[in-house]
């Protein structure tokens, strides 16, 4: 009788609301998620000591437990916008434009480019000395575990960077796709700006 009642309910419930009941679970389950997600982020220890002394922001490799992140080694080079690494100059139409069609960008989650078979459009990855890297652009030498990290100048590419062999942390595996409001939603998420203002430049 119970089994029957709960089987009538289900049917009332998406015959008034148009809605199969249980892709509504999983949307408020996923929701649910989110939301402890969130929480969770928000209660990082790392966290809630640079909002006491912002003087004191830990490296973000520091401040969480990375290692429930699977792992992937990769050599990792550094790439601008400019003509050295793209044959594009400053007001050619597709200039600074990654593949995905967002722009390139150098923040708390920076552009990267990727082998789309390895990592897919859309991937978060970790780069230790690097910081988030949203995988946005793709390159004819960057095949197989390779990635290329934006940076804004070529002085910057060889100070910062140059070339390196690491273990990088896979956050997300992309969809195969990247929208410009999804990246300026990762960099304005409010629980990361503590670390975010490491990565942004000042003007002088």
């Given at each position: 009788m119970l089994l029957l009642f709960t089987a009538a309910l289900g049917a009332t419930f998406e015959a008034l609301s148009g809605l199969d009941i249980r892709t509504t679970a999983q949307m408020?389950?996923?929701?649910?998620?989110?939301?402890?997600?969130e929480e969770n982020l928000m209660a990082e220890p790392a966290i809630q000591a640079a909002k006491a002394d912002p003087t004191d922001i830990p490296p973000l490799e520091e401040a969480f437990d990375w290692s429930q992140y699977p792992m992937k080694k990769v050599v990792a080079t550094g790439y601008t916008a400019g003509v050295e690494s793209t044959g594009k100059r400053p007001g050619h139409p597709s200039y600074g434009i990654?593949?995905?069609g967002v722009k390139v960008k150098r923040d708390l989650y920076s552009t990267v480019a990727a082998d789309p078979k390895v990592f897919p459009i859309g991937t978060i990855l970790?780069?230790?000395?690097?910081?988030y890297g949203v995988v946005a652009d793709t390159g004819s030498a960057i095949k197989g575990n390779k990635i290329d990290l934006y940076y804004e100048t070529v002085d910057e590419v060889y100070s910062?960077?140059?070339?390196?062999?690491?273990?990088?942390?896979?956050?997300?595996?992309?969809?195969?796709k990247i929208t410009e409001e999804e990246l300026i939603a990762l960099n304005e998420d409010e629980a990361m700006q503590v670390f975010r203002q490491t990565y942004l430049k000042t003007s002088d």
């Open positions: 408020l389950f996923s929701d649910s998620n989110q939301k402890k997600a990654t593949y995905s970790f780069i230790p000395g690097y910081g910062n960077w140059g070339k390196r062999t690491l273990d990088i942390h896979i956050i997300e595996m992309g969809t195969g």
